[in-house]
């Protein structure tokens, strides 16, 4: 069925230091790639997202790449500070569809 | 303008109710989605409507949950005689039909005594 994988579960970097995290996808119809950021308590907030002709897309300090190829999609998260810190969710969706989510991954950003 | 919104933000609730949630979407969105979230877990589909559509009810876990959208606006999840794992924040989002993007409304959380 269909099924997005996404790692790392946590991860935890040093202030200013950038983050990656990554995401791959098995439905091949799938050609909408969103991020959502979910802070604690909150509901998930898009930040940035990616359609399938497109191969990279950047956002100020946030930016996401799609190999289609590999089915597998990144986000960077560069000079990273410490209202970065939230949990991240990649998705994947064939356009106005249900999304299939990835299991998110905490990051932590240290002072 | 006016996000999504949901209601209520919290239900407890004691195993064997039946219990409604209740989502409102953004004025004009023709899109409406479930989404079940457990603690510390990734989203999970329950139900998708579009328009005038059969909605597509794929991701309901059991038929002791149901959902309608009346009149193609607020949207009203229903679970019978709930159980101790319904536990969780139930989502609703919206998106226009016309784009991808959907927007996610703050959630319930329901808790099953």
């Known amino acids: 069925g269909e099924n997005v994988e996404q790692h790392p579960s946590t991860l935890s970097v040093q202030e200013g230091d950038s983050a990656v995290i990554k995401c791959t996808y098995s439905d091949s119809a799938s050609n909408y790639f969103p991020w959502y950021k979910q802070e604690l308590g909150k509901r998930p907030q898009l930040i940035i997202d990616i359609r399938s002709n497109v191969g990279e897309k950047k956002d100020q300090r946030i930016a996401v790449t799609l190999n289609k190829t590999a089915k597998h999609f990144s986000l960077h998260i560069t000079e990273t500070q410490p209202e970065d810190s939230a949990v991240y969710f990649c998705?994947?969706?064939?356009?106005?569809?249900?999304?299939?989510f990835g299991t998110g991954t905490r990051l932590k950003v240290l002072a | 303008g006016a996000g999504v919104s949901q209601s209520p933000s919290n239900k407890v609730t004691e195993k064997g109710k039946d219990v409604e949630l209740r989502c409102d979407p953004i004025s004009g969105h023709t899109a409406l989605y479930w989404y079940r979230q457990s603690l510390g877990q990734g989203l999970e589909f329950l139900i998708y409507?579009?328009?005038?559509?059969?909605?597509?009810k794929s991701g309901l876990p059991s038929d002791r949950f149901s959902a309608e959208r009346t009149g193609g606006s607020v949207s009203t999840l229903t679970i019978q005689r709930t159980q101790q794992e319904d536990s969780a924040v139930y989502l609703c989002?919206?998106?226009?039909?016309?784009?991808?993007?959907?927007?996610f409304g703050p959630g319930t959380r329901l808790t099953v005594l």
């Open positions: 409507f579009q328009g005038n559509s059969a909605p597509d």
């Open positions: 989002a919206s998106s226009s039909g016309m784009t991808d993007t959907q927007y």
């Open positions: 998705a994947a969706s064939r356009g106005t569809y249900k999304y299939i």
